[in-house]
């Protein structure tokens, strides 16, 4: 199996455009993530073939600005929700109230509605903080986002069955939000990063 290191979208359509082989490894220091060419190939597949492969369904201003309208117009009830410049700062442990309470408006969307976060960042203690505050669980682990068993591993939880149109995820970035979950079929919205409106509002 041949794989990659590169995770930067750029590299990646660079390289492609310049048939260069993609070739590497893991780099345990930088924590760099592999990719295997196939899948690659499929993501490009879908970023040039396409109809906009690569961007989200809805793109929003911040998290506070998707109402339950909006996903009632995308018909989901399933959440999976980035957790770092998504619903908090890098690395936070604390949601703050707004988007608490944000969390509990978009629970109540419909009766099956469920809801879970998403992270390439495991941290047990973050993760029971969250869970405590929110009462909605963090998943992580082994795969990371845009790894088909990352979302697989979220889908299950879910308990969102074969039909994934009913799926939303929400996050910040394209490279690890966005196009996974589209790879899979399931519908994205992107927000800001939280750092942007920070820097912003300075
Ligand atoms: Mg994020």
């Given at each position: 199996?041949?794989?990659?290191?590169?995770?930067?979208?750029?590299?990646?359509?660079?390289?492609?455009?310049?048939?260069?082989?993609?070739?590497?490894?893991?780099?345990?220091?930088?924590?760099?993530?592999?990719?295997?060419?196939?899948?690659?190939?499929?993501?490009?597949?879908?970023?040039?073939?396409?109809?906009?492969?690569?961007?989200?369904?809805?793109?929003?201003?911040?998290?506070?600005?998707?109402?339950?309208?909006?996903?009632?117009?995308?018909?989901?009830?399933?959440?999976?929700?980035?957790?770092?410049?998504?619903?908090v700062p890098h690395g936070s442990?604390?949601?703050?109230?707004?988007?608490?309470?944000?969390l509990k408006v978009l629970g109540?969307?419909?009766?099956?509605?469920?809801?879970?976060?998403?992270?390439?960042?495991?941290?047990?203690?973050?993760?029971?903080?969250?869970?405590?505050?929110?009462?909605?669980?963090?998943?992580?682990?082994?795969?990371?986002?845009?790894?088909?068993?990352?979302?697989?591993?979220?889908?299950?939880?879910?308990?969102?069955?074969?039909?994934?149109?009913?799926?939303?995820?929400?996050?910040?970035?394209?490279?690890?939000?966005?196009?996974?979950?589209?790879?899979?079929?399931?519908?994205?919205?992107?927000?800001?990063?939280?750092?942007?409106?920070y820097l912003f509002s300075l």
């Amino acid at each position: 199996m041949e794989i990659v290191s590169k995770n930067s979208l750029h590299e990646i359509q660079k390289n492609f455009k310049s048939n260069k082989t993609l070739k590497g490894k893991y780099h345990k220091k930088s924590q760099m993530f592999v990719y295997t060419k196939r899948w690659i190939e499929t993501v490009y597949r879908i970023i040039k073939g396409g109809k906009n492969g690569h961007n989200p369904d809805k793109f929003v201003s911040s998290f506070l600005d998707i109402s339950p309208t909006l996903l009632n117009e995308l018909g989901v009830i399933f959440l999976i929700i980035d957790l770092d410049q998504t619903i908090v700062p890098h690395g936070s442990f604390d949601i703050d109230k707004k988007h608490r309470n944000h969390l509990k408006v978009l629970g109540k969307i419909s009766e099956k509605t469920n809801i879970c976060f998403l992270t390439n960042r495991p941290d047990h203690k973050r993760e029971y903080i969250i869970d405590r505050d929110t009462g909605i669980k963090v998943i992580s682990g082994t795969f990371r986002k845009p790894q088909k068993q990352a979302y697989q591993a979220a889908i299950n939880y879910l308990k969102a069955g074969e039909d994934y149109s009913k799926i939303v995820m929400i996050g910040d970035r394209v490279w690890t939000d966005i196009i996974g979950a589209r790879c899979l079929g399931i519908k994205t919205i992107q927000v800001k990063a939280i750092l942007w409106h920070y820097l912003f509002s300075l």
